[in-house]
């Protein structure tokens, strides 16, 4: 039976637009059957719409506390039987009983050699620059299981560039985008090769 994803989006949604498009053309062996996002309005949003995919806004300030929260966010995972987690520039940390819920079933996209560059307040472009600042020879992109803390857990696949002498954050944010179109839908298609194996 095909496996059914979440993709949690905080943003514009260009790497949901890709697994989407992996999904239909079967790179991934898996459909996208929820698009979750902690704020309204976004991109990310009418892409999902776009293909007709159902999807939820969650925000957490509108629980009276974590436990709240972290209760809605099993029950929609339950509620549309989803087999897998995927993080696509979702900003906000997973609440701990749902990482334990799903533990190694939950996945994230970083924009840089993980464990380099990596906690709260290091995601987009604050990365690239960190990455510039410290005079980085090489970059590149990390996918990891989600642990309980940022940018954390067991890491799954990773993809290496250069850095150029030329670069700026800009630059090597457009080069570091391509390669996570690249890197996503190949993680995601070897965990579910590992859950089926279970």
Known sequence: MESRLSVWVS?????????????????????????LSDRPGILALERAAKHSIPSVIVVKKAYENEGAYALSLLELLKKHRIDLVCLA?????????VVRVYRE???????ALLPKFGGKGLYGQTVHEAVLAAKEQETGVTVHYVDEQYDHGSIILQKRIPVLPADTPETLAQRVHQLEYEIYPEAIKLVLEKLARR
Request: aromatic share 2%.
């Open 11 to 35: 943003g514009s949604g260009s790497n949901l637009e890709r697994i989407i498009e992996a999904c239909k053309n079967k790179e991934i062996p898996a459909s996208v059957a929820l698009v």
């Open 89 to 97: 520039g979702y900003l906000r940390k997973v609440p701990e009983e």
């Open 105 to 111: 079933r939950i996945l994230n996209l970083h924009p």
